[in-house]
């Protein structure tokens, strides 16, 4: 009978002659194969069973060129044999990658394996230096990209292919699509990565792709339900950069947020999708700023009271108000009510051009103040301003502009509220002096890198303006 040790040396010596079968036969039928995050082209995180790992070997093949794992050193013990060696690539470039392998065998047969090396040096040796053309080249068609990364959101694929791999026929009965044009689709996702083809015609979600899901923890398929809406918008963004006119508007004939207004299976989709965005920042408001000292806070377009009821159930002791939209609030009710917060929040209708709730020590404005040009991004703070306590206190949540040209997602999001309203996202300095000029002041800034800042500001008579009723 052959050691575990030995097993693992003729698993390695069949994929190096390309034996997959080989190599398969000394595996479990539910092996679990793990590679590092960050391998690009789906091929990261943990593959389950032969199909899978099948298709992974046979990927990974077809993504580097060449891919050889070259043991160099065995450890053996128990149930675990870990071996030292290096990936040969062949990619743009070609060169070695030290890795560590950890096997976990079980009766004679691997049970999980999982693969450690540095993954930025493997894609280093994949891309090469990519040159100014290339890029260039895979960036004007880039919108090919987008647009069915969309489309697998909108036909609902990666929950059709949460329970494991089907077949693109039976796909398209599920879809309402053709089979043969579905397929086309899918061969297209699986080149960027999010589902991968483990037999022909039969297509698995990859870790990347199940970010698609609805049920997964940071599912971005609501931010991409909106994002139709929003296409239409982009193709008039020529528009906005000669007029400053809002493109959204141009293709719709009315300002988002009347769109929404009108159109609301839209306004549902677009409410979810902040809903769901919020929901994924919880975490790290509540653990940035200390909300113990508030004893009533108003949330000022606070749609469906995802972040105030969060807020509340957190800390007992504070009371608050959801203001919105008279449309929205039925959302906003209904999350109050089920999270069983009716007797310490109420949900308020109105503009908050005019006024807002007062009373409050502790104002919100989240992903407010980026939807509007500096004029009635003022009007708010005024208003907010006039409602509250002398010594309250105003949160403005935003993705705040960095100095330089280093990437951050504010930027992106800066240019999407150019195109969508006619907003923008701002410097700390420039959110600091539209404060200024409605009387309040920025006392600081919790910065978070690449995600939402929480900017403070408190009442201050010094301030540039009078705040009176001036609008
Ligand atoms: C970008 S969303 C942000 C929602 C929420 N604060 C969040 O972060 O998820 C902007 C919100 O402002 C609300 N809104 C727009 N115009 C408003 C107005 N004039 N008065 C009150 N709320 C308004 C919208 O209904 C929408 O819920």
């Not at 003022?378 to 006039?386: D, G, L, T, Y």
């Amino acid at each position: 009978m052959s050691t575990n040790g030995e097993i693992i040396r003729t698993s390695y010596a069949a994929l190096l002659r390309d034996d997959l079968d080989g190599a398969l036969a000394n595996f479990a039928s539910d092996i679990e194969w793990t590679y590092p995050e960050g391998m690009g082209d789906g091929l990261g995180g943990t593959k389950k069973g032969h199909a899978e790992v099948r298709a992974f070997l046979v990927r990974a093949q077809a993504v580097f060129g060449e891919l050889r794992a070259v043991p160099e050193q065995f450890l053996e013990s128990g149930g675990q044999v870990v071996v030292f060696g290096v990936h040969r690539i062949r990619g743009a470039a070609t060169g070695t990658v030290p890795f560590v392998h950890s096997w976990q065998l079980a009766d004679g047969r691997v049970t999980h394996f999982v693969d450690y090396h540095d993954t930025a040096a493997v894609r280093h040796i994949v891309e090469g230096e990519i040159s100014p053309h290339r890029w260039m080249m895979r960036t004007q068609a880039d919108y090919v990209r987008v647009r069915t990364v969309h489309l697998a959101a909108d036909l609902g694929l990666a929950d059709l292919l949460a329970d494991g791999p089907r077949g693109a026929d039976e796909l398209a009965r599920d879809t309402a699509t053709e089979p043969e044009l579905l397929y086309r689709l899918l061969r297209t996702l699986g080149g960027f990565g999010i589902v991968t083809e483990v037999e022909p015609g039969r297509f698995a979600l990859t870790e990347l792709g199940a970010y698609l899901r609805t049920d997964h923890p940071q599912s971005v398929q609501a931010m991409m339900a909106t994002q139709e809406l929003f296409s239409k918008a982009f193709a008039e963004a020529g528009y906005s950069l000669r007029t400053g006119e809002t493109a959204f508007e141009r293709a719709y004939g009315l300002p988002l947020f009347t769109y929404l207004r009108q159109n609301p299976d839209k306004g549902a989709t677009f409410d979810a999708a902040m809903s769901r965005v919020s929901q994924q920042e919880i975490g790290f408001l509540l653990g940035s700023y200390d909300f113990g000292r508030a004893r009533h806070i108003v949330d000022v377009g606070g749609g469906d009271a995802t972040v105030l009821s969060a807020v509340l159930a957190a800390h007992p002791q504070a009371t608050g108000v959801v203001f919105e939209q008279p449309h929205v609030l039925h959302a906003t009710q209904e999350r109050i009510s089920a999270a069983g917060l009716t007797a310490r929040c109420t949900a308020v209708g109105g503009d908050f051009f005019e006024e807002v709730p007062p009373g409050g020590d502790l104002y919100l404005l989240k992903r407010i103040i980026h939807d509007w040009p500096d004029e009635q991004a003022v009007k708010i703070f005024r208003a907010i301003r006039r409602a509250m306590n002398p010594d309250g206190r105003l949160l403005v949540l935003e993705d705040v502009v960095p100095e330089g040209d280093a990437p951050h997602f504010s930027k992106v999001l800066d240019f999407t509220m150019l195109v969508v309203l006619g907003g923008r996202e701002r410097t700390r300095q420039e959110h600091a002096a539209l404060l200024a000029e409605a009387g309040l002041r920025l006392t600081g800034m919790t910065d978070c890198a690449e995600m939402i800042s929480i900017l403070e500001a408190v009442p201050d008579d010094s301030a540039s303006q009078p705040v009176g009723g001036a609008r």
